[in-house]
């Protein structure tokens, strides 16, 4: 069993065959049940013209799933700062979070969420890249109107996404909470949590490092039935080593009539050793060893299977055999700041 608690990123595969609607649609059945197996929080991704990711606006989706829940955190996972004015990301997770007292998060982002340069300069209107000055200066501006304009109460809990180690020395230095994405970057997660906890600084959002690790979790009754339905994600993977951002999600037959090049094939087996694939038994072993490794608060799983049916079964075999019942979620006070823990 998992002595921490355990969350889930929604990042809206769109499956081939599918439209757009229905993956919309099992995004809320999809929260519904995570409230029910009792996952402490469930994030959503922001991408763009992707054929395999839906564009669906985080805030969007996370207020439309905090309508239909009552206990899930809810929040972005993240939000990306490159893409929108810190005021306008102020307002709408601070009216979120005063709609839905102590159950919203602002995970905040630097990617611009797609692979096509075009999409990236027209979601800035026509501005290049945004530098470490410019991404500093974003997160700062927005956690300083949510207290200063915004001023509603409950504040939503902030967090910083981060997959280097110079994301995680912005988090230290506000003093915020970071949520590592170990499931993008895996290789540079031990290095990145060590300097975040070597040089945190406590502000108002926290009192004390504390880290969430995002992991690709494909939990089956076997390792084969695992593996199979990874498949999907691992010609998505493939295409990605190239270069490739519209390769789109295929279904798991078509995954597994697909050839892979003894390169993907060394990289991709490497990166599935790193996260947590397999039957429950093989699973609690690897999120068992991830947390030991890096003394992490809190897993959030990313499930990026083809069918709901099969991803909702991950999370259930995960609750069923994984998952602490006892274990209490990380509180926040009425002000939205994080208690100890």
Not at 261 to 278: C, D, I, N, P, Y
Not at 283 to 305: C, F, K, N, Q, S
């Amino acid at each position: 069993m998992i002595a921490v608690p355990l969350s889930a990123l929604e990042v809206a595969m769109v499956q081939t065959g599918a439209r757009a609607a229905d993956t919309l649609r099992d995004t809320t059945e999809f929260a519904r049940r995570l409230e029910d197996l009792g996952y402490l929080r469930l994030w959503y991704a922001e991408h763009h013209h992707s054929p395999a990711i839906g564009a669906f606006p985080p805030i969007v989706l996370a207020t439309h799933a905090a309508a239909l829940t009552s206990a899930i955190r809810l929040g972005s996972g993240g939000v990306l700062a490159p893409n929108h004015a810190p005021i306008m990301l102020a307002e709408q997770f601070g009216t979120l979070a005063a709609l839905h007292a102590d159950r919203i998060d602002l995970g905040i982002g630097r990617g611009p969420g797609t692979f096509d340069d075009s999409t990236a300069r027209a979601l800035r209107r026509g501005a290049g890249p945004t530098t470490d000055d410019e991404y500093r200066s974003d997160v700062s501006a927005t956690l300083r109107l949510l207290v200063d304009e915004v001023a509603l109460d409950p504040l939503p809990e902030p967090w910083l996404l981060s997959s280097s180690t110079a994301g995680a020395a912005l988090a230290a230095e506000l003093g915020l909470p970071i949520a590592f994405a170990h499931h993008i970057r895996p290789d540079n997660t031990l290095a990145a949590l060590s300097h975040y906890r070597e040089h945190f600084s406590p502000s108002r959002w926290c009192e004390r490092p504390r880290v969430l690790i995002c992991v690709e979790t494909v939990c089956a009754e076997t390792d084969r039935e695992a593996a199979r339905l990874a498949g999907p994600m691992d010609v998505v993977k493939a295409g990605l080593l190239k270069g490739r951002g519209d390769i789109p999600f295929p279904t798991v037959e078509g995954a597994a009539a697909h050839s892979f090049t003894a390169e993907e094939v060394r990289a991709l087996t490497s990166f599935r050793a790193q996260q947590a694939h397999g039957s429950p038994e093989t699973v609690a072993r690897h999120l068992t060893g991830l947390v030991d490794m890096t003394g992490a608060d809190e897993l959030m799983l990313v499930t990026p299977v083809y069918a709901l049916a099969d991803r909702l079964r991950s999370y259930e075999l995960v609750n069923e055999h994984v998952m602490t019942k006892s274990t209490s979620p990380m509180g926040t006070s009425s002000s939205g700041m994080t208690t100890s823990s």
